[in-house]
């Protein structure tokens, strides 16, 4: 993505921050932009849909998923204007991106560090006896 | 004193004769501190719209970390073609929004109406070509948890097969729920813009319906490569 064009710098966004101009106070981007963006994601559409085509093995899950984070920058940055909102919009909306990502990493956490596969279809409770200090009565096995 | 109780309302006056005036809300101040308030409180609706979706998201990971071979199968029960006309559809339909919210800025009051319009037949398409999908798969009972029949045998003897479905319906329903809302919350717009409401003095509903549509696009960005393309 490239910047934005100049004009959208001077206009808009500092204008709003201060609360100064009360004619114009908001950006307005043009429609040249907007097209150009949406050609962008018209064509990273297409790039996911091919790139799903090959194997490129475990990495598949990764060029997904970052030709998707590209589009949805794109979507917020420029079609949700959050390039040129102010910093407290920013900070809430991008804020969710952050407790996200705890949601993610703990989920994954917890992936990475229970039993593997063949061991979950036969146990009930999913974690090591060693970490359980309980007499194991063994009831769980069939 | 600002706050003073005979003091006037501000009221930002219409652009052109097909326009409305806009009244500022009594506990405003100004008309930016409106704008500025509303358009805080939707960003944090959205917020938290995020974190909704969050969840299924991190379901989705951790049963597809879990049994990949069954989401490669399931995925492969879906029909990408339609999926990736759905995708198309939304992202057309996003830039029509972007476009109907920017002709509202600059009070072209039939380009927004047209634009508008445009976005909204995008949800109805989106639905119509989702409700067909959903029509395929009850057909094949590729249904959710315990309705799951697979009368044709199409998932084979994968671990835990309904999952796949159960998160695909979830995720799926859930955002053709919002695209639903988005749709209704387009056409309200419509009608107040018909009558002049929207113009470059006051857009602030078009804009906050128009971050709504896009987030609908956003985690539609997400889903389609996830479900039908699993990766």
Same mark, same amino acid.
């Given at each position: 993505m490239s910047a934005p064009p100049k004009a959208h710098a001077t206009h808009g966004a500092a204008a709003a921050a201060t609360g100064h101009d009360s004619e114009h106070p908001h950006h307005i981007a043009s429609a040249a932009l907007f097209l150009r963006v949406l050609i962008a994601l018209l064509i990273l559409t297409g790039i996911t849909v091919g790139s799903s085509r090959i194997d490129f093995g475990g990495a598949n899950m990764l060029i997904s998923m970052v030709i998707a984070c590209i589009k949805a920058s794109l979507v917020i940055a420029i079609f949700m204007h959050v390039w040129w909102d102010t910093a407290i919009n920013k900070i809430f909306f991008l804020g969710s991106f952050l407790f996200l990502s705890l949601l993610f990493t703990f989920t994954l956490a917890d992936y990475a560090t229970r039993g593997r596969d063949e061991q979950m279809h036969r146990i009930k409770a999913p974690v090591d006896k060693q970490w359980v200090h309980l007499p194991v009565t063994g009831k769980q096995e069939h | 004193?600002?706050?003073?109780?005979?003091?006037?309302? #501000? +009221?930002? !006056?219409?652009?052109? !004769?097909?326009?409305? !005036?806009?009244? +500022?809300?009594?506990?405003?101040?100004?008309?930016?501190?409106?704008?500025?308030?509303?358009?805080?409180?939707? =960003?944090?609706?959205?917020?938290?719209? %995020?974190?909704?979706?969050?969840?299924?998201?991190?379901?989705?990971?951790?049963?597809?970390?879990?049994?990949?071979?069954?989401? @490669?199968?399931?995925?492969?029960?879906?029909? =990408? %073609?339609?999926?990736?006309?759905?995708?198309?559809?939304?992202? %057309?339909?996003? =830039?029509?929004?972007?476009?109907? #919210?920017?002709?509202?800025?600059?009070?072209?009051?039939?380009?927004?109406?047209?634009?508008?319009?445009?976005?909204?037949?995008?949800? +109805?398409?989106?639905?119509? #070509? @989702?409700?067909?999908?959903?029509?395929? @798969?009850?057909?094949?009972?590729?249904? !959710?948890?315990?309705?799951f029949t697979d009368e044709h045998g199409l998932m084979g003897d994968v671990p835990f097969a309904p999952q796949f479905f159960s998160i695909y319906f979830t995720a799926t329903g859930l955002h053709g729920l919002h695209v639903l809302v988005g749709l209704c919350l387009i056409l309200w717009i419509i009608k107040g813009g018909a009558r002049g409401r929207f113009h470059a003095n006051y857009y602030l509903p078009v804009d906050l319906v128009g971050l709504y549509w896009h987030l609908v696009d956003l985690i539609w960005i997400f889903l389609f490569p996830l479900l039908y393309l699993v990766p």
């Open positions: - | 004193m600002s706050n003073d109780h005979d003091s006037h309302a #501000v +009221v930002l !006056p219409a652009p052109g !004769p097909e326009f409305l !005036p806009h009244t +500022v809300a009594h506990h405003f101040d100004t008309s930016e501190q409106e704008f500025q308030a509303a358009k805080l409180g939707f =960003w944090l609706f959205l917020a938290t719209e %995020i974190l909704l979706f969050g969840g299924l998201f991190a379901a989705y990971f951790y049963f597809h970390e879990n049994y990949p071979e069954t989401f @490669k199968r399931g995925g492969a029960q879906l029909n =990408w %073609i339609l999926g990736a006309l759905n995708t198309t559809v939304l992202l %057309i339909s996003s =830039w029509t929004m972007a476009m109907g #919210v920017r002709s509202a800025q600059t009070s072209q009051k039939r380009k927004m109406l047209l634009y508008l319009g445009l976005t909204a037949l995008g949800a +109805v398409t989106f639905l119509v #070509v @989702k409700f067909f999908e959903y029509k395929a @798969k009850y057909d094949h009972g590729l249904m !959710p948890g315990r309705f």
